[in-house]
């Protein structure tokens, strides 16, 4: 292939090549012909073998030994040279390259050019890849051509301007008074650009926005005139007048009126306007239309435009296009707080979005499903999510379930629907459900004491049917060790009776403790039901003894433990097994339960009113000085182990035992310790809130304490911490105890972070704050300068 053959024969050479190194020696060859033709000075086609290393660099090819052509061709008088050169500057240079500062004086000039394509041509580069220094230098050049008489000229100015407030946040105020006047052009391109570049100055500073808040007539003007407007050929798509222009302007008001009254007020006739003219059976008009939905929701709208927002997101779920029913998912996902009932009008189109075959969108539709649970629907709205468990992707079956299982404890019309329901779950995805599933169903179970019995009847049949799923094959060996002696019975009146022997109970729980599919925890619950079984039947005790006798060789040290413990029951303490297994007390609940919207604060107030009086009543007066009593260590084990009333309140917040009781007996006689540093709040958004506390180790060691609590009404997933010290300070952090924060502040998360500052620098810290919040990722950084009891001087 010759050297100088024209751009269409190196294309042609190039698609025709069969292997990649055929085509990289087409491109090798070309190469090095272009930069032997560059050293020539004398070259006429200059622009041609530009044209031509561009194409190779948009195949992925280096091509930057071109730069410095691009510089000479921006330099050259010719309109044709100027147009490859400053393509190749946009494509091959950027802001980090010295090369691009060889340019800005070319630019500088070709603004004032008196050829309006020439000043184009320099727009366009700067706007592209123009670093902060040359926005510095030629802001006030496209403050000039803001001012310009010339249409086409004003337009590309107005984005040249946007790139350049983004780049130099303080030369916006230089834009202001331009922005202001561009307003009242005709030009659709000119009126674009303006609302851009207005709203790239309202984001970034709160007095801009307060400025332009004066234009929210001028905007509602220009957008009902779009609105009214006829058929006009230069704008209109797919009968919609020019719509890029509406969406922007309806951005914008957006912003103009979030948190002002007066504002909403201005524009609410013309977003009723634009809700009810637009065409929805076009994607330009749904365009439109999602656009004024946002901004309805998001100023401070009447009630009746809200509902209206809602409703057309609710024709949108009956769009078929995926899009367009994601988009409107994600939408009343962010308003079903604040709009709970008029979202609820729309549940049973939600509902069947669960059906749809796309993973994202049946992701949406059971998010917005679970938030829709309330107790007047809850029977109807559990029986569609348990058909969908049944049958959902694996990836969302975890989070499905655990949705079920938090609806079922705020709305559970009985306490047999909830035992059900739970039930249900864990023998369909029994393997997804989370930890603490076990033990609060165990809790569950243990306070509805008048369905033990139907209870431990139906777990029996289920271990029978299916031991893989292992936290229902636990739940059941529980409730059989517990409540075993009602099994036994066989009398049960709300299920059918089974009779039962003991060999059968005991065969069970065998096969749990052999089956290759229970884990070790499985199998410490199945042990241990078939020791407390020894004080619940009569004629098999000697095999339950050798059975567990079996597992005192265990290679699993737990089990083994256990195994050695309840042999020494059955041998050495066999006069204190009885009282030793029997059932376990009634479990006191340390939340309390809150429903959406249904719980006023007065309950709250006064569950935390009764907690603190209960708290007062625990504690017993004592004289000063006095000493616990050597002589009466066990005195408390003479009572039941029923916990009662009266300790409710501290049992929820601290549990006692024994076993702490026996090793605070000189607790009195320690010296009181040092009151810890208050807790301070660095972080509250979204009902999220980040506190954090500190305790000096040594002299140069600290420990900080950080703290999440989530205060909304929806619950918080993926929620982490990342801090980030000055390089002298050495940072480690430990694993969090959570990842999630439950709604209405039912758990906490923490997380220890160790400094060490052995320089002895200013000590500060920066923590980024990451979470999902109504299928919303958020993520904000937070700036410590001083600790609570440190201070901001280090350690």
Not at 307 to 332: C, K
Not at 782 to 788: A, W
Request: glycine share 6%; with cysteine; charged share 20%.
């Amino acid at each position: 292939m010759s050297p100088s053959v024209p751009l269409q024969e190196m294309i042609r050479a190039i698609r025709s090549a069969r292997t990649q190194c055929e085509e990289r020696g087409v491109i090798q060859r070309e190469c090095a012909a272009i930069r032997a033709q560059f050293r020539n000075t004398d070259n006429e086609g200059r622009s041609h073998n530009l044209a031509k290393l561009l194409y190779v660099h948009m195949l992925g090819y280096p091509a930057h030994f071109g730069q410095m052509e691009c510089v000479r061709m921006i330099a050259s008088p010719r309109y044709s040279d100027k147009r490859v050169g400053y393509l190749g500057a946009m494509m091959l240079l950027d802001e980090k390259q010295d090369a691009s500062l060889l340019i800005t004086n070319s630019i500088k000039n070709d603004l004032s050019h008196s050829n309006q394509y020439v000043q184009s041509l320099a727009l366009c580069t700067l706007a592209c890849m123009g670093s902060a220094e040359m926005c510095r230098d030629l802001a006030p050049e496209i403050d000039r051509l803001l001012r310009s008489s010339n249409s086409y000229i004003k337009k590309k100015a107005a984005l040249c301007a946007v790139h350049i407030v983004r780049k130099v946040r303080e030369l916006g105020e230089l834009f202001v008074p331009s922005a202001r006047s561009l307003l009242s052009e005709k030009n659709h391109g000119v009126l674009h650009g303006a609302v851009v570049l207005i709203t790239q100055l309202c984001e970034q500073s709160p007095e801009t926005l307060e400025r332009f808040r004066k234009t929210v007539p001028d905007l509602v003007q220009i957008m009902k005139g779009l609105v009214i407007s006829g058929y006009s050929p230069d704008h209109d798509v797919a009968g919609v007048s020019d719509p890029f222009l509406q969406v922007r302007i309806l951005r914008l008001l957006r912003i103009l009126g979030r948190h002002n009254e007066a504002a909403s007020d201005a524009m609410n006739d013309l977003l009723a306007q634009v809700a009810t003219n637009t065409d929805s059976t076009k994607t330009v008009g749904n365009a439109v239309l999602y656009e004024t939905v946002l901004t309805v929701l998001d100023i401070k709208s009447e009630s009746g435009l809200r509902v209206l927002a809602v409703n057309i997101l609710g024709r949108f779920l009956l769009n078929n296009d995926r899009n367009i029913r994601y988009i409107a998912m994600t939408s009343l996902q962010k308003i079903v707080v604040t709009d709970h009932i008029a979202v609820q009008r729309h549940r049973g189109t939600i509902v069947d979005c669960l059906k749809d075959q796309d993973a994202s969108v049946k992701r949406r539709a059971l998010e917005l499903s679970l938030a829709l649970v309330s107790a007047s629907n809850i029977r109807s709205t559990m029986k569609e999510l348990l058909i969908f468990l049944s049958s959902c992707p694996p990836e969302l079956r975890a989070h499905a379930a655990s949705g079920i299982f938090n609806a079922a404890e705020r709305y559970a019309p009985s306490q047999r629907w909830h035992i059900d329901t739970i039930l249900h779950v864990l023998t369909t995805a029994g393997a997804d459900v989370r930890d603490e599933t076990v033990p609060n169903l165990i809790q569950l179970i243990t306070n509805t004491s008048e369905l033990h019995c139907y209870t431990v009847h139906k777990l029996y049949r289920a271990l029978l049917t299916d031991i893989s799923q292992q936290p229902l094959v636990q739940v059941a060996c529980w409730c059989i060790g517990e409540y075993g002696d009602l099994l036994l019975k066989g009398e049960c009146q709300e299920t059918e009776a089974v009779q039962v022997t003991e060999d059968d109970v005991l065969d069970a729980l065998e096969i749990v403790l052999q089956s290759h599919m229970s884990t070790p925890t499985t199998r410490g619950f199945a042990l241990t039901a078939t020791m407390k079984l020894s004080t619940r039947i009569i004629d098999n005790v000697d095999r339950i003894r050798s059975v567990v006798s079996i597992y005192g060789s265990c290679i699993d040290v737990e089990l083994q433990q256990r195994a050695v413990e309840y042999n020494a029951l059955f041998k050495k303490y066999d006069h204190m097994r009885a009282a030793v297994l029997e059932r376990m007390p009634v479990i006191q609940k340390n939340s309390v339960g809150q429903t959406n919207g249904e719980v006023g604060e007065e309950t709250v107030k006064e569950s935390q009113a009764a907690k603190v009086a209960q708290k007062e009543m625990a504690l017993p007066p004592q004289p000063a000085g006095q000493v616990c009593d050597l002589l009466d260590l066990l005195g408390g084990s003479q009572e039941p182990l029923q916990p009662s009333s009266s300790l409710g309140g501290a049992a929820s917040t601290q549990p006692t035992t024994a076993g702490g009781d026996l090793l605070d007996l000189l607790g009195g006689l320690e010296p009181t310790p040092p009151t810890p540093a208050p807790a301070v709040t660095v972080y509250e958004k979204n009902g999220v809130t980040l506190t954090i506390s500190c305790e000096q180790q040594s002299d140069s060691g600290l420990t900080v304490t950080l703290t999440a609590s989530n205060s909304s009404d929806s619950d918080i997933s993926g929620f982490t911490l990342q801090a980030a010290v000055p390089k002298s300070v050495q940072l480690q952090m430990r694993a969090p105890s959570r990842d999630s924060l439950p709604a209405n502040g039912a758990a906490k998360l923490t997380q220890l972070v160790i400094l060490n500052n052995p320089n002895k620098v200013n000590l500060k810290m920066r923590i980024r704050v990451s979470y999902t919040s109504q299928g919303s990722a958020v993520q904000d950084m937070v700036q410590v300068d001083s600790f609570p009891g440190i201070g901001a001087a280090g350690l």
